[in-house]
């Protein structure tokens, strides 16, 4: 925890306001929609007029658009609905966080401590108390998200520095990462890099297969739908 900075102060910083999804997102939701849902009829046309021409089975074509179709062309619209919905208030003495299908209320006594849980589209700020009930996650999709994060910083333990902490002082006390500080610190940096390249090679080979699966590949329809499968993550 801050002790620099009074809990009176940080709750000065977040009280009364609402934090809901950044503009940009919202956008992003409503182009995907529009972009996905035509898209999305246009594969399952082609679909049933293809299949039925060649006799297929009306049946197992019926069970696929129930259960695979209907679903992806539903995705758009709940995801629009989601990036407007979703806000997060804090009070005196509770998070109060509205998601898509349900509204989640917090104590501060129940929350021990937080930590930033990173994954490749964003990170989350996940607070944590004793159960999973009594744990909140919270989107860097959300607008101004810096703000609860320094309220946080004063309310609760940041487990992520005790950690980091933790582990800096592992390696300055293993010979094997070098003798002297400056070493140390310089071979931390150099294992970090190379993590970092070694992300954006999965990312460029993650969009080469896109780009085989477009255009080296004939069965069009089937491309399509999977690339807009593919494209779901980025957008929400």
């Known amino acids: 925890m801050n002790e620099e900075i009074s809990k009176e102060d940080a709750m000065n910083i977040v009280r009364g306001k609402t934090f809901t999804y950044k503009t940009k997102f919202k956008v992003i939701a409503i182009l995907a929609a529009l972009v996905l849902c035509p898209l999305f009829l246009w594969a399952i046309y082609n679909v049933w007029s293809n299949y039925l021409l060649k006799g297929g089975n009306i049946?197992?074509?019926a069970a696929l658009t129930i259960f695979v179709f209907i679903p992806m062309l539903f995705l758009g619209p709940v995801g629009v609905i989601d990036a407007f919905r979703r806000k997060i208030k804090i009070?005196?003495?509770?998070?109060?966080?509205?998601?898509?299908?349900?509204?989640?209320?917090?104590?501060?006594?129940?929350?021990?401590?937080?930590r930033i849980q990173e994954h490749q589209y964003g990170y989350e700020l996940l607070l944590l108390g004793a159960n999973e009930s009594e744990q909140l996650k919270i989107s860097s999709y959300i607008g101004n998200i810096d703000l609860i994060f320094y309220f946080c910083s004063v309310y609760f333990e940041n487990l992520d520095a005790t950690e980091l902490e933790h582990e800096r002082q592992t390696i300055l006390n293993d010979p094997s990462?070098?003798?002297?500080v400056e070493q140390k610190e310089e071979n931390i940096q150099k294992v970090k890099?190379?993590?970092?390249?070694?992300?954006?090679?999965?990312?460029?080979?993650?969009?080469?297969?896109?780009?085989s699966q477009l255009f080296l590949k004939q069965a069009v329809i089937f491309n399509l739908v999977v690339y807009g499968i593919l494209l779901i993550p980025l957008f929400y």
């Open 177 to 180: 990462y070098g003798y002297t």
């Open 59 to 61: 049946y197992v074509l």
């Open 91 to 114: 009070s005196e003495t509770e998070f109060f966080a509205r998601g898509l299908f349900k509204t989640k209320i917090i104590t501060f006594d129940k929350i021990k401590k937080f």
């Open 193 to 211: 890099k190379i993590a970092k390249i070694g992300s954006i090679l999965g990312y460029g080979i993650w969009g080469l297969w896109i780009a």
